[in-house]
């Protein structure tokens, strides 16, 4: 992986290697720990703050600045990006392991990431389909190389390691409860596309941070890691660019034909995040690399992916179905102070900083009698299907659409969700590394990310009945699903402890 070379850096030093164990600049750990967690906070700053405002953008009426669509629609698109982000990380991950480099990965991200917040920015529709496109590539590149960079600063033996990951997922939380106070206010107050402005400042503020903070990082060489030979990879930069021209003029073409409609693009995406996981795990089990004691342990590992897709298919409506609810539906006025509805999605960054040290703390007195990981992760789906019942609550015994509830619904609605969330992707995440086939170590998260891509798709097909039928039926048979879903993971305990031997 490439490095941007300073006057003062060594010449061509590998930099693999992590710094001296001895380096303990920045709450014990690693200085390289203040980099990367600087870098997470704007890129979630930028990325959840555009979110909390997307779906509002997209409902608004044109003559507001907005895209003028109906609630439904909106919802489904925002859905959509969000499957074309995490799909997209897949490729990001390869791309650094085999051309890129994590560092350069990491950096061209953050760049296309700030292009496509600036691009959005600009008040004119092209400009946001291009911007969010821009935005979509850049995640991808940056998202699943910044944690393993992460990773990098450790030698394998250092007992700081989860120490390190729990402070760089708060700071991801730092960042997702900042975004939409800030971008919700200025779209509020001063229009959406001064929102958008405000999450392309933050991109920047992290990019000048993670080039200056550089030194400190492993892995800053010049080449991958694991890079393809001189003539495969200009073979594979050849195909990736003339795949990518065809898929742009093929795109171009179907949509001036009228064929390539918004819904269809989004079916589409939906399409691809259910068959790309399929094909996958086939990939796996089928692997003459994978031996039959992997293979036995990749079984309940489908499940606890089955588990994540449920999950997440509510956790993404924070920023979606809840957005509109919020607009419509709730106040926005606390002791006289009108706030946007969008600050209603910092409350879930908030509970999650404040959750996750509690939850850490909680399993470290239990020890060994802690609940076993399945159980964890079951737990948090089930967490998360009651944050959407607990909303068929206020929103029962309407007859129309033109009623108020109070703030604090919302709030607890989000605090179950934020609590279901701390305990899902921490086991989900570590579970993952632990029951991967060795010989496919290096495409765990790919997989984790999948179950994103696949949550997201799901979301965006499930919303377009939003607003169909009434709210106490969308909620609740959403979230009863999700407990229903939760409460079978925890009844195949059993089975999962002895196949997920000996992850705990």
Not at 387 to 408: I, N
Not at 454 to 480: C, D, M, R, T, W
Request: proline share 5%.
């Amino acid at each position: 992986m490439s490095r941007t070379t300073a006057e003062h850096d060594p010449p061509a030093e590998p930099s693999a290697e992590p710094p001296p164990g001895d380096d303990r600049a920045f709450l014990g750990q690693p200085r390289g720990l203040l980099t990367l967690s600087g870098l997470e906070v704007w890129e979630r700053f930028s990325f959840l703050g555009m979110q909390a405002i997307l779906v509002l953008y997209f409902a608004d009426s044109v003559a507001h600045d907005g895209m003028g669509m109906d609630p439904a629609t909106a919802a489904s698109v925002s859905a959509a990006y969000g499957t074309l982000v995490y799909l997209v990380s897949v490729a990001g991950g390869w791309l650094a392991d085999r051309i890129l480099g994590s560092y350069r990965a990491v950096l061209w991200g953050g760049v296309l990431i700030a292009c496509g917040h600036y691009a959005m920015a600009v008040p004119a529709a092209g400009m946001t389909w291009a911007g969010l496109g821009l935005i979509s590539a850049g995640t991808g590149l940056l998202k699943p190389n910044v944690a393993s960079m992460v990773g990098k600063l450790y030698r394998t033996e250092d007992e700081r390691r989860d120490a390190g990951f729990a402070l760089y997922y708060m700071a991801i939380n730092v960042g997702a409860f900042a975004g939409p106070l800030i971008t919700g206010w200025l779209g509020d107050h001063r229009g959406w596309h001064w929102g958008f402005s405000a999450a392309a400042v933050g991109m920047t503020l992290g990019l000048v941070q993670y080039v200056l903070g550089r030194r400190h990082l492993a892995g800053r060489e010049a080449s991958a890691e694991y890079a393809l030979e001189p003539a495969a990879m200009r073979r594979a930069v050849l195909l990736i660019v003339a795949g990518l021209i065809v898929a742009a003029a093929l795109a171009g073409l179907l949509a001036a034909t009228g064929w390539l409609t918004m819904d269809r693009f989004v079916d589409l995406l939906t399409l691809v995040s259910v068959i790309a996981p399929v094909v996958y795990f086939a990939v796996m089990f089928r692997s003459p690399r994978v031996t039959a004691e992997e293979r036995r342990r990749l079984r309940p590992y489908v499940v606890l992916f089955l588990a994540s897709v449920v999950f997440n298919f509510i956790l993404f409506q924070a920023y979606s179905t809840m957005m509109l609810l919020a607009s419509e539906n709730a106040r926005t006025e606390i002791l006289g102070y009108h706030f946007p509805a969008s600050w209603y999605a910092s409350a879930l960054g908030a509970f999650e900083v404040a959750l996750a040290p509690v939850v850490a703390a909680v399993w470290a007195r239990m020890g060994t009698r802690q609940p076993h990981a399945s159980n964890k992760i079951a737990f948090g789906v089930v967490l998360g299907g009651l944050s959407f019942l607990l909303m068929v609550l206020p929103t029962t015994g309407h007859g129309g659409d033109s009623y108020e509830m109070a703030a604090w619904w919302i709030v607890g609605s989000y605090l179950l969700l934020g609590l279901g969330d701390v305990l899902l992707e921490t086991s989900g995440m570590s579970a993952t590394t632990k029951l991967a086939p060795k010989a496919f170590a290096g495409q765990t998260m790919a997989l984790w990310f999948l179950s994103l891509a696949l949550a997201n798709g799901i979301q965006a097909q499930v919303v377009k009945v939003y607003g169909e039928v009434s709210h106490p039926a969308y909620f609740g048979v959403n979230g009863g699903v999700a407990v229903v879903a939760g409460v079978a993971v925890i009844a195949l305990a059993p089975w999962l402890r002895r196949t997920m031997h000996p992850v705990h």
